[in-house]
C-alpha cells in the first residue's frame, strides 16, 4: 500500500495552490479520498485480523475489476451497463430493508458484490433475472446470516448458484458470442431478440463436442461466457493489483489455480479428461485454466476475505480444494463448469480448516510449552 | 399408566398436558407446532410438498394416523406394561398407516404411486409416535384424540403452505391448473421443483411462524 501512498504525495504539489494541474484538484482529492481518507473506521470489522478498513479495502475491489467490466462493455456492448444498474438497484434495495429493519447505516458491503455480481452473469441475461438472483443472493446469502461481515458465503455465487439451478435453460441460452470487431460493442445494444445475437456454447462447452478454442481467443478474451470471465489478460491484470495491494492473498490465488493444473494435467497425462470426448485432442492443461470461470474465481471470488480462512495455512488448503473440487466437476458431473459449486462448497469447510490450523498450533505450543 | 412419573417433554413446564379441548388444540397446532416450532418431521415435509395436492393428502394422511393412535394409546395405556410400551405404540401406528394407504391404493392408485413410500414411512414420523408418548400415554382418550387432531391439522396447514408455494413458483400452477393473470407470463422456478427448493420454503416458513409468535416468554428457545 505504501507506494501507492508515495505515489500521491509526490503528484500532490501539482494540484495544490499554484500547481500546474490546480483545475484538476477535484479529481485529485476525489481520488485519494477514494483510496487513502475513510469517513469513520469500521468498527465491526469484516474481516478482523486485517488493519485495512472496508471501505478502503471495498474501494480497492473495485478498482482491481475495472479491467474486467471494461472487457464486458468491450466484447457484448452497452447492455452490461444496464446488467450493473439493475444489479446495485436490486441488491440495495435489500440491503436497505434490513438496514431499517436492523437500525444500522447502509455499508459498503454491497458495493463489491454489486459489481461483482453482473460480471459473473452471461451477457444476455434476462434483467429480472439479474435482478432477482442478486436479491437472492443477498437475501439469503448475506442479510439472514447477519449482513456484512457475518455471511459464510459468498453472496454473488449464492446468487448465481440459485439461477443455475432455478433456470437452467435460460441460464445456458443466454451466452453471446463475442464482438470480434477491432471497435468491439462499445456503442451498441445486444440482448437476446437482438438480430446479430447469436446464442453461442461457452468454450467448455464446446469442448464437449471436440471443438476446441484457441487458447490466444481464452487469453485475450474473445470467446464466449460469462460477462467479465472471459479475458485471462484483464483478470490476471486486475487480479495482480489486488494481489500487490494485499488485498487479495496470494495464497488462495496460487493454491486454486496450482491445484487445478495439476490436477488437469495429470488427469490430461492418463487420457482420463472426459468432457472432452474425443481422446488425445484435450488442449493444453493451460486452455483448462483460461477456461470458464476458473481465473475470475480464483482472484476476485475466493479470495473475499470474510468468506475464505484467515490463517495462512488454511488458505492453502481452502485454495488446493477449489481448485481440486472444479477440475472433478467438471470432468466428472453432468456440469461443464464447477466453480462457483467448488467455491461455494470451499465457503462451507472454511472455518472448519482454521479450527483444524488453529488447534494444531496450539497443541505444538502446548507441547512445546 | 395414570400413576406414570415420565415427564412430558413438550408441555411439562406449562402444565398444559392436563390441559382440556380448546387448550389442547392451540397448543398442538399453534403453539407447540410439530413442524413450524418442533421442528419434526420434516423428512416428508421436504419430499412430499412439490405440489399442492400431495402435501393435503399427507397432511390428511397424518391427521388420520394421529388421532387413531392417539385413541387406541390412550384406551390402551393403563393395560400396556410400560416395558412394551413402545412396541405397542409402533403396531398401533402402524395398523392405522396401513389402513390409510390401502384407502390410497384402492381409491386413489395414482396419488398412492406419487406419493411412493412416503405414506408407509409415517410410521417412523416423529410427530405420531411423540405424541403417542408425550400425550395419550397420560391422557384419556377423547382430549389425546384432540392432541392428535391438533398436531395432525398444524403439520398439514404447514405442509400445505410450503406445497401451495413450492407448485406455484415451482410449476407456475396450483393444484394442477394454470393460475389466470399468472401462468401466462410466469418463468418456472425449477429450484422450488428441487429438494434445496423444500429447504428454503421450510425454513421462511418456520422463520415466519417465529416472528409471528415472538420470543419464547420463558426464554428457551
Not at chain 1, 482491481?64 to 444498474?85: H, Q, T
Not at chain 1, 439461477?163 to 445456458?172: D, E, F, R, S, V
Not at chain 1, 480462512?309 to 488454511?314: D, I
Not at chain 2, 398412492?112 to 408418548?133: D, F
Amino acid at each position: 500500500m505504501k507506494w501507492l501512498l508515495k505515489v500521491i504525495e509526490k503528484v500532490r504539489p501539482n494540484f495544490e495552490e499554484g500547481g500546474k494541474l490546480k483545475a484538476f484538484h477535484p479529481v485529485f482529492g476525489a481520488l485519494e479520498h477514494f483510496l487513502f481518507a475513510p469517513s469513520a473506521a469500521t468498527i465491526g470489522a469484516p474481516h478482523i485480523r486485517d488493519p485495512l478498513d472496508l471501505k478502503r479495502f471495498m474501494s480497492m475491489v473495485i478498482i482491481s475489476v475495472v479491467p474486467c467490466v471494461f472487457a464486458a462493455f468491450y466484447f457484448f456492448g452497452l447492455r452490461f451497463l444496464a446488467m450493473i444498474i439493475v444489479s446495485y438497484a436490486a441488491g440495495l434495495t435489500v440491503e436497505a430493508l434490513f438496514s431499517i429493519v436492523r437500525k444500522e447505516d447502509i455499508n459498503e458491503g454491497f458495493f463489491v458484490t454489486g459489481i461483482l455480481w453482473p460480471l459473473i452473469l452471461p451477457p444476455t441475461l434476462p434483467l429480472w433475472m439479474v435482478g432477482l438472483g442478486v436479491a437472492f443472493g443477498v437475501l439469503i446469502g448475506k442479510e439472514l446470516f447477519g449482513g456484512t461481515g457475518r455471511n459464510v458465503f459468498n453472496p454473488a455465487l449464492v446468487g448465481r448458484c440459485f439461477l443455475a439451478l432455478a433456470y437452467p435453460k435460460q441460464m445456458a441460452a443466454s451466452f453471446l458470442e463475442p464482438s470480434h470487431d477491432v471497435a468491439g460493442r462499445l456503442l451498441s445494444w445486444v440482448d437476446g431478440s437482438t438480430a446479430d445475437a447469436i446464442s453461442s456454447a461457452t468454450p467448455l462447452v464446446l469442448a464437449g463436442r471436440d471443438e476446441m478454442v484457441a487458447t490466444s481467443h481464452m487469453f485475450l478474451g474473445s470467446v464466449s461466457g460469462s460477462a467479465g470471465e472471459t479475458s485471462a489478460l484483464l483478470i490476471i491484470l486486475g487480479g495482480g493489483f489486488l494481489l500487490l495491494t494485499r488485498v487479495a492473498n496470494w495464497r488462495t490465488v496460487a493454491a486454486t489455480i496450482a491445484s487445478f493444473f495439476a490436477l488437469t494435467a495429470a488427469l490430461i497425462a492418463s487420457d482420463k479428461i472426459v468432457y472432452n470426448s474425443m481422446p488425445g485432442v484435450f488442449g493444453p492443461a493451460i486452455w483448462h485454466v483460461f477456461a470458464g470461470g476458473l481465473l475470475f474465481g480464483a482472484f476476485f471470488m475466493a479470495t473475499d476475505p470474510v468468506t475464505s480462512p484467515t490463517t495462512n495455512a488454511a488458505k492453502w488448503m481452502y485454495g488446493i480444494i477449489i481448485g481440486a473440487v472444479t477440475v472433478l466437476i467438471r470432468n466428472f458431473t453432468g456440469y461443464t463448469e464447477g466453480v462457483t459449486f467448488a467455491i461455494l462448497l470451499g465457503n462451507i469447510i472454511a472455518p472448519i480448516l482454521d479450527e483444524i490450523v488453529i488447534s494444531v498450533r496450539i497443541r505444538r505450543l502446548r507441547s512445546e510449552g | 399408566m395414570a400413576d406414570n412419573q415420565m415427564v412430558c417433554a413438550t408441555c411439562q413446564p406449562k402444565g398444559l398436558c392436563g390441559g382440556k379441548g380448546l387448550v389442547t388444540f392451540k397448543e398442538g397446532a399453534w403453539a407447540n407446532n410439530p413442524l413450524a416450532i418442533q421442528v419434526l418431521g420434516i423428512c416428508s415435509a421436504l419430499a412430499v410438498t412439490n405440489r399442492l395436492e400431495n402435501s393435503l393428502v399427507m397432511g390428511a394422511a397424518l391427521i388420520f394416523v394421529c388421532v387413531g393412535s392417539n385413541l387406541i394409546v390412550s384406551i390402551l395405556r393403563k393395560h400396556t406394561p410400560h416395558r412394551i410400551r413402545m412396541v405397542a405404540e409402533v403396531a398401533i401406528i402402524a395398523t392405522f398407516v396401513i389402513l390409510f394407504d390401502q384407502f390410497l391404493r384402492a381409491f386413489y392408485w395414482d396419488m398412492s404411486k406419487q406419493l411412493g413410500p412416503y405414506v408407509g414411512l409415517i410410521i417412523t414420523n416423529c410427530i405420531v409416535m411423540g405424541r403417542a408418548e408425550a400425550f395419550a400415554l397420560q391422557n384419556p382418550p377423547i382430549v389425546s384424540m384432540v392432541d392428535g387432531a391438533a398436531n395432525g391439522f398444524g403439520y398439514a396447514v404447514v405442509l400445505a403452505i410450503i406445497g401451495f408455494f413450492r407448485e406455484l413458483l415451482g410449476a407456475g400452477e396450483i393444484l394442477g391448473h394454470a393460475v389466470p393473470g399468472f401462468s401466462s407470463w410466469y418463468t418456472p422456478n425449477q429450484l422450488m421443483i428441487l429438494a434445496p427448493g423444500a429447504f428454503f420454503a421450510l425454513g421462511i416458513v418456520i422463520g415466519i411462524f417465529n416472528m409471528i409468535k415472538g420470543p419464547d416468554p420463558e426464554g428457551n428457545k
